[in-house]
């Protein structure tokens, strides 16, 4: 199994920036894409980011051009660097990994392993 734990989250206010990290167990961290979700009390799940095996990158539309998604195989670490952060940002954020071959990158159900999650909170 993969254990995943996330790191980095807090309080900022709007318009500054934050960096996930989501650290990996295993050796076989390179064989997984790995994702970014985000829940806000009463919502649903929601896709975020994520990034293929080989480095592809995918994004929510809210977010291009504020979050970057990258992956550091040699350190097992998965991150997402948010800038320009607003309260809509809110949420608590997730990193998942799976298995994926396809470009079934946006659904939870693809993902095989979750982290516990890391708060994000944005004041006005």
């Known amino acids: 199994q993969v254990q995943l734990v996330e790191s980095g989250g807090g309080l900022v206010q709007a318009g500054g920036s934050l960096r996930l990290s989501c650290a990996a167990s295993g050796r076989t961290f390179s064989s997984y894409a790995m994702g970014w979700f985000r829940q806000a009390p009463g919502k649903e799940r929601e896709f975020v980011a994520a990034?293929?095996?080989?480095?592809?990158?995918t994004y929510l539309d809210s977010v291009k051009g504020r979050f970057t998604i990258s992956r550091d195989n040699a350190k097992n670490t998965v991150y997402l660097q948010m800038n320009s952060l607003k309260p809509e940002d809110t949420a608590g954020y997730y990193c998942?990994?799976?298995?994926?071959?396809?470009?079934?990158?946006?659904?939870?159900?693809?993902?095989?392993?979750w982290g516990q999650g890391t708060q994000v909170t944005v004041s006005p």
């Open positions: 990034i293929s095996r080989s480095g592809g990158r």
């Open positions: 998942a990994a799976g298995r994926i071959y396809s470009d079934s990158y946006y659904h939870t159900s693809s993902y095989d392993y």
